[in-house]
T-cell receptor, first 117, second 111 residues
């Protein structure tokens, strides 16, 4: 398995532009997570999906952020319009939900480094 | 929701010494406690984890302890090596997938 795949790996855009980050989870995993990492705030959970359904989006900072998971093998995180303070590394992770009595190791993708000028 | 605190934020040790990183959590329902290592410019990767029915777990030079009563858990690295230098994150998970991470500890092992 190729692991969690994210694209693009680097994105540089200007303030006000729309940014779309993409993620392909590990095949067979039914949970997907979007994280944002900055020096100031560390690793923040933005949203997670279970069986393609958004479960908790309380970490999404503003209405400018939206995430979708149209099928089990693809998710997007969109920022519209983007702002310089959105500059960060965005990680996608996936896990296999084995139920409440089991652990659920999360496997991280390589991340997308976003720079908003 | 779950709140995880991690200390210290930075830790510097001499090669061969031990390193200890401590975390506390708030949700008594949390039952899964993983530790991730993140090297510079790379993704976080799981190095060890522990479940709430276990008090201690070891894997070579790495061990994790869990005190459910006090709601804290710790990572112990013995005989540290320069390649152990990285940022380490603890996390706690209660609901099936509601995992929250600590702020991270930057460990530097001096040769």
């Amino acid at each position: 398995d190729a692991g969690v795949i994210q694209s693009p790996r680097h994105e540089v855009t200007e303030m006000g532009q729309e940014v779309t980050l993409r993620c392909k989870p590990i095949s067979g995993h039914n949970s997907l997570f979007w994280y944002r990492q900055t020096m100031m705030r560390g690793l923040e959970l933005l949203i997670y999906f279970n069986n393609n359904v958004p479960i908790d989006d309380s970490g999404m900072p503003e209405d400018r952020f939206s995430a979708k998971m149209p099928n089990a093998s693809f998710s997007t995180l969109k920022i519209q319009p983007s702002e310089p303070r959105d500059s960060a590394v965005y990680f996608c992770a996936s896990s296999q939900d084995r139920g409440k009595s089991s652990y659920n190791e999360q496997f991280f993708g390589p991340g997308t480094r976003l720079t908003v000028l | 929701g779950e709140n995880v605190e991690q200390h210290p934020s930075t830790l510097s040790v001499q090669e061969g010494d031990s390193a200890v990183i401590k975390c506390t959590y708030s949700d008594s329902a949390s039952n899964y406690f993983p530790w991730y290592k993140q090297e510079l410019g790379k993704r976080p990767q799981l190095i060890i984890d522990i479940r709430s029915n276990v008090g201690e777990k070891k894997d070579q030079r790495i061990a994790v302890t869990l005190n459910k009563t006090a709601k804290h858990f710790s990572l112990h690295i013995t005989e540290t090596q320069p390649e152990d230098s990285a940022v380490y994150f603890c996390a706690a998970s209660g609901a099936v997938n509601d995992m929250r991470f600590g702020a991270g500890t930057r460990l530097t092992v001096k040769p």
